[in-house]
Nanobody, 124 residues
Framework: QVQLVESGGGLVQAGGSLRLSCAASGGTFGRYVMGWFRQAPGKEREFVATISGGGGTTDYADSVKGRFTISRDNAKSTVYLQMNSLKPEDTAVYYC?????????????????WGQGTQVTVSS
């Protein structure tokens, strides 16, 4: 069983930056593909970014490509999401999640473990 705890959310002005962290415990962290998803009020959860177990391969939603960077530190069992040039439309609850299935990395349903989420609010 893997437990995930996100942190780093908050309120920021448009154009600003935030770094989210997700600390994992209870499993072999390096074996898992880690993903970030988000859900805005009244909208479905959407894929944001994902990173392979070794950290060598990443994938991003088009809406965040070039602005967000996912990374991981397997020694610390932590995955990060650096968010730059934030826009009001980035406002959402951000969740980290873990899966073993790289081919299904963009599908939330393929992720076995989820954190509780952290709120990101971008003001205009």
């Amino acid at each position: 069983q893997v437990q995930l705890v996100e942190s780093g959310g908050g309120l920021v002005q448009a154009g600003g930056s935030l770094r989210l962290s997700c600390a994992a415990s209870g499993g072999t962290f390096g074996r898992y593909v880690m993903g970030w998803f988000r859900q805005a009020p009244g909208k479905e959860r959407e894929f944001v970014a994902t990173i392979s177990g070794g950290g060598g391969t990443t994938d991003y939603a088009d809406s965040v490509k070039g602005r967000f960077t996912i990374s991981r530190d397997n020694a610390k069992s932590t995955v990060y999401l650096q968010m730059n040039s934030l826009k009001p439309e980035d406002t959402a609850v951000y969740y980290c999640a873990a899966t073993s299935a790289w081919p299904m990395r963009r599908r939330g349903a393929s992720y076995n473990y989820w954190g509780q989420g952290t709120q990101v609010t971008v003001s205009s």
